[in-house]
């Protein structure tokens, strides 16, 4: 059975930390992408970085270059993802998603059925 199970969410106040954690299981890691995703309160959701398990590169989208940073461990069993000098605007519930290297994570926003998704962590960010 494949699984994912999201960590480590909380409310913070602007500028500091936190670091989410996804354990996957079920997964052959030379086969997905695992990506972390958000979706704010009323709005669509957005991929935040994401980290393909073939060659481990990785890729994060602009509004979090410089302060966010996605890891795994060598399995590709844990996927994290670090959030420093957290805004308001990081404020949203975050998903971590797997889906297969066939696919690119614009085809997963727009059909999430071509993923794997966990339940979900909520981030806070307060002023």
């Known amino acids: 059975e494949r699984k994912l199970v999201e960590s480590g969410g909380g409310s913070v106040q602007v500028g500091e930390s936190l670091r989410l954690s996804c354990v996957l299981s079920g997964f052959r890691k030379d086969d997905y992408t695992v990506g972390w995703f958000r979706q704010a309160s009323g709005k669509e959701r957005e991929w935040v970085a994401y980290i393909k398990g073939d060659d481990d590169s990785t890729y994060m989208a602009d509004s979090v270059k410089g302060r966010f940073s996605i890891a795994s461990d060598n399995a590709m069993n844990t996927v994290y993802l670090q959030m420093n000098n957290l805004k308001p605007e990081d404020t949203a519930a975050y998903f971590c998603?797997?889906?297969?290297?066939?696919?690119?994570?614009?085809?997963?926003?727009?059909?999430?059925?071509?993923?794997?998704w966990g339940q979900g962590t909520q981030v806070t960010v307060s002023a």
């Open positions: 998603g797997a889906y297969s290297l066939i696919w690119d994570v614009q085809d997963v926003l727009s059909n999430q059925n071509f993923g794997y």
